[in-house]
């Protein structure tokens, strides 16, 4: 099975300070990684597709990049409401594994 | 409009079967992969396994493989999730969600089950 690792595992940081998460699979995935924002009592929200991709509806100050192994997803100028934790899954092969999480605190 | 609704919070104890649905609507049901991820208490996401309704094929987790049942209605358009014979460590946050090949694109609110003796 193909692991994710996320780091770190926890980040405290100010509004308008430009966070990085990174995300290193086991093994190349290219680009079949997605990250994932889950709110505190919510469902997840797909945030990245293919590593890059931003979804319909996402602020422009989320964005994705990597392939093989290394990715990372960097928040330009963090808002109140970025206050989460975020997951990445690969999707190249099944089982579809989750990162462990980062949980992103608004100082 | 795309959602999926899934069944209330239930109470169990050790032993007693359960078993929890999604209902989809809003596109086509039998057309996209649903998948099932559990989230125990304060813990991340656990992939479990996913369905395609339009000919059942199901793929478990191996961890999770004999432990759980996935199956789906497509005449209801819902999936289920269930057990024969529950343990108190299956306490946890059930969601579905519809998988397209780039993610998951929609999620149920999901279900939370406690089993408690």
């Known amino acids: 099975d193909i692991q994710l690792t996320q780091s770190p595992s926890f980040l405290s940081a100010s509004v308008g300070d430009r966070v990085t998460i990174t995300c290193r699979a086991s093994?190349?995935?290219?680009?079949?990684l997605v990250w994932y924002q889950q709110e505190p009592g919510k469902a997840p929200k797909l945030l990245i597709s293919?590593?890059?991709t931003l979804q319909n509806g996402v602020p422009s100050r989320f964005s994705g990049s990597g392939s093989g192994t290394d990715f990372s997803l960097k928040i330009s100028s963090l808002q109140p409401e970025d206050s989460a934790t975020y997951y990445c899954?690969?999707?190249?092969?099944?089982?579809?594994?989750f990162g462990q999480g980062t949980k992103l605190e608004i100082k | 409009e795309v959602q999926l609704v899934q069944s209330g919070a239930e109470v169990k104890k050790p032993g007693e079967s359960l078993g929890i649905s999604c209902e989809a609507s809003?596109?086509?049901?039998?057309?996209?992969?649903i998948a099932w991820v559990r989230q125990m208490p304060g813990k991340g996401l656990e992939w479990m396994g996913i369905?395609?309704?339009?000919?059942?094929?199901?793929r478990y987790t191996p961890s999770f493989q004999g432990q759980v049942t996935i199956s789906a209605d497509k005449s209801i358009n819902t999936a289920y999730l269930q057990w024969s014979s529950l343990r108190a460590s299956d306490t946890a946050i059930y969601y579905c969600?519809?998988?397209?090949?780039?993610?998951?694109?929609?999620w149920g609110q999901g279900t939370l089950v406690t089993v408690s003796s």
């Open positions: 969600a519809r998988l397209k090949t780039d993610g998951a694109d929609y």
């Open positions: 809003g596109y086509s049901f039998t057309s996209y992969w």
């Open positions: 369905i395609y309704p339009g000919d059942s094929d199901i």
């Open positions: 093994q190349d995935i290219r680009t079949y």
């Open positions: 293919t590593a890059s």
């Open positions: 899954q690969q999707l190249h092969s099944y089982t579809y594994t």
